[in-house]
């Protein structure tokens, strides 16, 4: 007999065991989705491990158990949705984030590929008859016919419109026999109607070949190491191209791609239709699509964020990840994996190549490189003889003691900006901060209105003239009283993209200029389009938060401004250094990437500071090295494993002593570092109290074996959440 063991999507972390009928047997494969009965109703599960008992051992079986193994239903979809390596990808997800199973797996699929109703969209299709009847026609007929049969078919919708006649005329071609009209799938493609221009292989220099050649011949991870402009997407094309030629697929990882949609189709125009496009702003259909033609092996090359590390290509020749060291690798909801880190054991287990590619790596990664674990390969200089723009530090204590105030913007930053506009060259400017101006304070006492829910200050925004949560998006007016004091005044302190904005139109009324943050892109396209008006010299300045940090090529910017370097430097967070100078290398990388030098302004009160200064010479490997020295004293990683506990109450008294009572028992598990439970820097989000435990090892197994068994002696407590966040990145 045969049976199955099934997950079903409870988040139990348990299997269930089904038999499989004679009539399945023949079909059943492991990664397939089935149908089987749960509690009287018909769900869906995912097929993983399939085994045959002779009948004695099964009656043996039965006669130990209290209930009896129901049969399978049936098999939802023949095709599996797991390979073994992608199943295997899976478990060690499970297994590393102590995560559940079943969580893991709806994890590796989208959504829109589970969903009970799912399915290709399906449009009526005209073609020409291959041996078209000789009836007689009306003249208007024989006028459409010659039409269709000029354009060899197509779309009846579209066919309507072009030929400006009906599907009722058509159908009547259909039923004198001219023409066939027949339901066929059509594709969503997510980047129809977006401009797509084909690109050949450039001709690479001496540094960008011996990347390549290091990427072809390791038999290891390959960090590829290279400078903002150095050329390593046209590397990765090339790397691609390779294994496209040997009948092998890739994927290609890259940060929150609807914001660099330039990088999509930099792929779309090198390897057309093989490409498939998988990421969060797709349609449900679209996603369904991509999705398929990847499994049916018609797109070859995955382009998209940290999921689409699961996409089921078939003889994986290739993972690159595109600026690995990006956080957005790093899911924040359960399983929490980072994906860069699932590349390379995807790579493990496909026995494929990987690259990781970054122009600032992070520091697990470059002492990887260093302990050899990792093939490294540099590309220390930009192509075509380019330079790296030339950095300026503006100090704001200095500016500030000038002022009376903290600027906005330097006056020689301000100079910069006008001589660009007069050369007619561009600007970025960066500030990580949306809205208008961050707080909203009372003149009086100083209270700032902060939201109910969340314990953070609300950011005003100009446009609708309110005060929003960054948290939890909820919003209220502007008070007409201090709820403290009763003032009728308030300030605006600290600034926002929207002020800053403001600022800059002030000082340069004809300065057009384009502001990029999570308020201007909600709309679809948006992030493209804005970026399409700014290639197109629409604009002189573009002005954004984070998301024009990364990835962007416009061969007409000079200067890079970074309003405020000091944010990101007072995170409380011992990546803070790492952080500000990846920021700031990042940045400053968008400055002077064609044939004229850029320039870059960083304001920052704290120009010593490491981060800063290693920044302003672009010395990474310097930077990188006192860094991990330091994190090595101090036993964090890379040279401890970290785990985050979370615990979340809508009573603080409870997430406060849970957290206490993990800390207490976890304390003498062996091998284990147990820091101080504490309230979370964001002690309230959304209504929730939280507090949090801090757990190192050196091996992550460690905290893994500490947590299941700490999770199975004290389980939470209704209303108490818990959660372990490993190789966390954030700290609030
Ligand atoms: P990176 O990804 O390292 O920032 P890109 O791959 O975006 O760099 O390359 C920067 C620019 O240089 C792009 O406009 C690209 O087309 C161009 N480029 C890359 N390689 C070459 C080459 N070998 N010769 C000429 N131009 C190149
Ligand atoms: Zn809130």
């Known amino acids: 007999m045969v049976f199955v063991s099934v997950a079903i999507d409870l988040a139990l972390d348990w299997l269930f065991t089904y038999s499989v009928p004679a009539e399945c047997t023949g079909k059943l494969r492991v990664g397939q989705l089935l149908r089987v009965s749960f509690s009287r109703r018909e769900v869906r599960g995912f097929a993983l491990r399939v085994w045959t008992e002779t009948e004695e051992e099964a009656a043996a079986a039965a006669a130990?158990?209290?209930?009896?193994?129901?049969?399978?239903?049936?098999?939802?979809?023949?095709?599996?949705?797991?390979?073994?390596?992608?199943?295997?990808?899976?478990?060690?997800?499970?297994?590393?984030?102590?995560?559940?199973?079943?969580?893991?797996?709806?994890?590796?699929?989208?959504?829109?590929?589970?969903?009970?109703?799912?399915?290709?969209?399906?449009?009526?299709?005209?073609?020409?008859?291959?041996?078209?009847?000789?009836?007689?026609?009306?003249?208007?007929?024989?006028?459409?016919?010659?039409?269709?049969?000029?354009?060899?078919?197509?779309?009846?919708?579209?066919?309507?419109?072009?030929?400006?006649?009906?599907?009722?005329?058509?159908?009547?071609?259909?039923?004198?026999?001219?023409?066939?009209?027949?339901?066929?799938?059509?594709?969503?493609?997510?980047?129809?109607?977006?401009?797509?221009?084909?690109?050949?292989?450039?001709?690479?220099?001496?540094?960008?070949?011996?990347?390549?050649?290091t990427i072809s011949v390791a038999d290891r991870p390959v960090l590829l190491h290279g400078v903002t402009g150095s050329g390593k997407t046209e590397i990765y094309l090339q790397a691609i191209a390779r294994e496209l030629e040997q009948g092998r697929g890739a994927i290609v990882l890259v940060p929150e791609i609807a914001l660099t949609p330039q990088t999509v189709r930099r792929f779309a125009g090198r390897f057309g239709d093989r490409v498939a496009v998988l990421h969060s702003a797709l349609s449900d259909g679209e996603r369904y699509d991509e999705w398929h033609r990847i499994r049916t092996g018609r797109a070859r090359v995955v382009v998209g964020p940290r999921s689409a590390v699961f996409a089921p290509v078939e003889n994986l020749g290739l993972v690159v990840v595109d600026e690995e060291h990006d956080g957005s690798y790093k899911q924040d909801e359960t399983p929490r994996y980072n994906a860069r880190d699932v590349a390379v054991m995807r790579g493990r287990f496909e026995r494929c190549k990987v690259v990781l590619g970054s122009a600032t790596p992070s520091l697990e990664s470059w002492l990887n490189a260093k302990k050899g674990k990792y093939a490294l390969a540099s590309v220390p200089e930009r192509v075509a003889g380019r330079s790296l723009p030339e950095v300026h530090l503006l100090d704001l204590a200095e500016e500030t003691a000038a002022y009376g105030h903290v600027p906005i913007f330097s006056k020689f930053l301000l100079d910069a900006i006008a001589e660009r506009l007069k050369r007619g060259e561009q600007t970025i400017l960066f500030l990580n901060r949306r809205g208008y101006a961050r707080i909203c304070e009372c003149k009086e006492c100083g209270h700032a209105i902060a939201c109910p829910d969340c314990s953070t200050s609300y950011t005003y925004h100009q446009a609708d003239d309110c005060l929003r949560c960054h948290v939890c998006g909820?919003?209220?007016?502007?008070?007409?009283?201090?709820?403290?004091?009763?003032?009728?005044?308030?300030?605006?302190?600290?600034?926002?993209?929207?002020?800053?904005?403001?600022?800059?139109?002030?000082?340069?009324?004809?300065?057009?200029?384009?502001?990029m943050d999570a308020d201007s892109t909600s709309r679809k396209h948006s992030?493209?389009?804005?970026?399409?008006?700014?290639?197109?010299?629409?604009?002189?300045?573009?002005l954004?938060?984070?998301?024009?940090?990364?990835?962007?090529?416009?061969?007409?910017?000079?200067?890079?401004?970074?309003?405020?370097?000091?944010?990101?430097?007072?995170?409380?967070?011992?990546?803070?250094?790492?952080r500000t100078y990846q920021l700031l290398a990042q940045v400053s990388g968008r400055a002077g990437r064609a044939e004229k030098p850029g320039e870059v302004f960083i304001q920052t009160s704290q120009p010593d500071a490491p981060a800063v200064a290693a920044a302003a010479r672009s010395d990474y490997a310097g930077f990188a090295d006192a860094e991990l020295a330091g994190r090595e004293e101090d036993f964090l990683p890379p040279?401890?494993?970290?785990?985050?506990?979370?615990?979340?109450?809508?009573?603080?008294?409870?997430?406060?002593?849970?957290?206490?009572?993990y800390a207490a028992a976890l304390e003498k598990w062996p091998g284990l570092s147990v820091g101080e439970p504490m309230p979370s820097p964001l002690e309230r989000a959304e209504g929730w109290f939280r507090h949090q435990l801090?757990?190192?090892?050196?091996?992550?197994?460690?905290?893994?074996?500490?947590?299941?068994?700490?999770?199975?002696?004290?389980?939470?407590?209704?209303?108490?959440?818990?959660?372990?966040?490993?190789?966390?990145?954030?700290?609030?």
């Not at 003249?139 to 060899?152: F, I, P, S």
């Not at 008070?479 to 005044?489: I, L, N, Q, S």
């Not at 600290?494 to 600022?503: C, L, S, V």
């Not at 090529?553 to 803070?576: E, I, K």
Request: hydrophobic residues 45%; contains cysteine.
């Open 527 to 542: 992030h493209d389009d804005i970026l399409s008006q700014f290639r197109a010299r629409k604009a002189d300045v573009l």
């Open 694 to 732: 801090l757990l190192r090892a050196p091996k992550m197994a460690t905290i893994a074996e500490a947590w299941k068994w700490i999770v199975a002696e004290r389980p939470a407590p209704s209303g108490l959440r818990v959660a372990l966040d490993v190789d966390a990145i954030s700290f609030t």
């Open 64 to 213: 130990g158990r209290s209930y009896a193994i129901k049969p399978i239903l049936g098999i939802a979809d023949e095709a599996p949705f797991f390979s073994a390596a992608v199943l295997q990808l899976v478990k060690w997800i499970a297994a590393y984030t102590c995560s559940p199973i079943e969580t893991c797996l709806k994890a590796a699929v989208p959504a829109a590929v589970l969903k009970p109703n799912a399915r290709p969209r399906e449009l009526l299709f005209v073609e020409p008859a291959l041996s078209p009847e000789r009836v007689a026609l009306t003249k208007r007929q024989q006028e459409l016919y010659d039409n269709v049969a000029r354009v060899g078919g197509g779309w009846m919708q579209q066919l309507c419109r072009e030929f400006k006649t009906t599907p009722a005329s058509l159908r009547a071609l259909a039923e004198k026999g001219c023409v066939t009209v027949a339901v066929r799938a059509k594709r969503r493609d997510p980047l129809a109607g977006r401009a797509v221009m084909p690109t050949a292989p450039l001709e690479l220099n001496a540094l960008q070949r011996a990347a390549l050649e």
């Open 639 to 661: 040279y401890s494993k970290l785990a985050l506990a979370h615990f979340k109450s809508q009573s603080d008294e409870q997430a406060r002593g849970w957290c206490a009572l």
């Open 544 to 578: 954004g938060t984070q998301m024009i940090a990364k990835g962007l090529d416009f061969p007409n910017v000079t200067l890079v401004g970074v309003l405020n370097a000091d944010a990101s430097l007072n995170m409380p967070d011992f990546r803070a250094s790492e």
């Open 474 to 515: 909820g919003w209220t007016r502007v008070p007409t009283r201090c709820p403290a004091c009763g003032a009728r005044e308030f300030s605006f302190v600290g600034i926002g993209t929207q002020r800053a904005e403001a600022a800059l139109l002030k000082c340069m009324p004809h300065a057009r200029v384009l502001r």
